[in-house]
């Protein structure tokens, strides 16, 4: 196994590969391929041979499998949170409206009347 070339499909829109480094009983240590000549520098990663969804895949169908699986759920967290972002900006805007309407009701302006020389108030809406 050791040698062996992994993929995993990134969001770039392509392949980023690996070589499996090491393995244990119960994973593989890979590291990116063009790192593969000085593994003692470079960062190794652990992945486990029985994981639900893996890191990087030894099949570029799998690793483009892994992709649209990871890229949906990702959609539909994006669209949970912008359901949250608008509902937010609609109370915000509401509550922006009620405050602005408050204080142009206490805004209260005194003018005389020209006429009468009396004080009229105007409230302002």
Known sequence: ????????????GDFDFYVVVGETKCGWYIAQEYLYMD???SEKKWISK???????????EEALESYLFRGKAHLDILH?????????????????????RKIRVSEK????????GKINLEIMY
């Open 39 to 41: 593994v003692v520098n």
């Open 50 to 60: 029985t994981a639900r969804r893996p890191f990087a895949f030894f099949t570029k």
């Open 80 to 100: 949970e949170r912008e359901a949250t972002v608008r509902q937010s900006i609609i109370r915000a805007e509401r509550a922006l409206r009620k405050y602005k």
């Open 1 to 12: 196994m050791i040698g062996r070339r992994m993929y995993r499909y990134g969001w770039r």
């Open 109 to 116: 302006t005194w003018t005389p009347n020209k006429e009468t």
